[in-house]
């Protein structure tokens, strides 16, 4: 009963299937002028055209963006995809830091050989005989009590002080790039930068100090001494003579000061490189902008001529040492250009904004901190296209 009832409903399916393209075939018009009869083959002319669909925009391709975004590759024989400028630099924003921590000898006094900060007391011709001597001299008259000559020797002094300084200061900048693409009216490119710059930077800040000071005592015997400042010779023949051992020493601490000067005496060297950007606001101006890392080389000196003054005498301390370190960073950088009627060449001023790490120098307690963070260069020079 059941394969019964399947035949007959699958000959309903095909029943309904075939009447159902009769009247598919039955309901296609004729072509004006064709038999109307409905059992005869329908003719499709030969020069029938099909209807076209309605238009949809097609998305770009990948190979078709540079058109989308009006961007075209510079090509070769294109003027004027290149440049080279030179010109003179102003650093602006450009200080150091000196700081002095720590105890510092002074080398140049020597009271086991006679030399003191007011005077000396030496070996002469004779080798000292008699434990006499003419290479004697002092500088103040207030050393001179009757026949008692008293001469100080700083041996070292202790400090901690700090202090910042600023300047401007002149350089020279170069820069060498090139086009890639136009984009609309503007041209993206790439450029490259050096920059040298020599910076002097003096602190004549006074300090405090404490100093450790010795004091000695000569006698001078029956002598007229001479009137201070006086400087005895090597040579004893005429000259008066002292004893060179002293009668009394002694030791003490006492507040000072230090004068003088620390410097920082230095070269920086700059190298930038970035993507650039350029437009022609018409035909007498043009703009240019550029962004990326930059590396600075700092080498130089750390200068000090110090004078420790403290009982009223004087020590003067001094000397140097070098040193060479690596900063890194980026910049910013715009250019405005004036195109100088019939010639090939520009004429430009430009501002750039440069943030490097400090560059330090430090030895033996003396510190100066170089500071880079946040330069202003401003420009002026020569360009020229090609």
């Known amino acids: 009963m059941r394969n019964v009832r399947s035949r007959n409903f699958f000959a309903r399916c095909f029943s309904c299937c075939f009447a159902g393209f009769a009247l598919l ?24 055209q099909v209807q076209s669909q309605p238009d949809v925009q097609p998305h770009p391709a990948s190979e078709s963006w540079s058109d989308y ?17 030179i010109g003179a630099v ?119 100090a404490t100093v450790n000071q010795a004091v000695y005592t000569f006698n001078t015997g029956i002598i007229t ?49 970035g993507p650039s950007v350029y437009w022609d606001l018409n035909e007498s101006f043009g703009l240019s902008a550029s962004v990326g890392p930059a590396i600075g080389i700092v080498s130089g000196d750390y200068k000090y001529d110090e004078i420790v003054s403290a009982s009223g005498v004087s020590a003067r301390n001094h000397g140097q040492f070098g040193a060479t370190d690596l900063v890194y960073g980026g910049y910013v950088n715009t250019t405005f250009m004036y195109h100088v009627p019939n010639e090939k060449a520009d004429i430009y001023i430009g501002a750039q904004f440069m943030s490097l790490g400090n560059a330090n120098f430090s030895g033996g307690g003396r510190e100066a901190s170089l500071k880079l963070g946040g330069q202003v260069y401003i420009s002026a020079g020569i360009n020229w296209p090609f």
């Open 90 to 208: 102003v650093g602006l924003n450009i200080s150091a830091n000196f700081s002095m921590k720590g105890s510092f000898k002074i080398p140049g006094n020597n009271a086991a050989k006679g030399i003191y900060d007011d005077g000396y007391v030496r070996t002469d011709d004779t080798g000292n005989a008699l434990d006499q001597t003419s290479y004697w001299g002092y500088n103040n008259q207030s050393q001179l009590v009757g026949s008692t000559l008293t001469m100080h020797s700083t041996a070292s002094y202790s400090a901690n002080s700090s202090s910042d300084e600023s300047g401007v200061f002149p350089g020279f900048d170069m820069a060498y790039g090139g086009n890639l693409f136009y984009l609309g009216r503007a041209r993206i490119g790439w450029d490259f930068g050096f920059g040298l710059m020599p910076i002097n930077i003096t602190d004549n800040h006074p300090m405090s």
């Open 69 to 85: 975004f009006r961007i075209q590759k510079v090509s070769p024989d294109d003027d004027w995809t290149r440049h080279f400028r």
């Open 25 to 48: 075939v039955s309901a296609q018009s004729q072509a004006p002028g064709q038999n109307p009869d409905a059992t005869a083959p329908v003719a499709i002319p030969p020069d029938a």
């Open 225 to 273: 001494v001479p009137v201070a400042p006086y400087h005895g010779p090597f040579g004893s023949a005429g000259n008066p003579t002292i004893t060179n051992i002293p009668t009394s020493s002694a030791s003490d601490i006492v507040g000072g000061t230090i004068n003088g000067s620390h410097t920082l005496d230095v070269m920086l060297y700059t190298v930038r490189l």
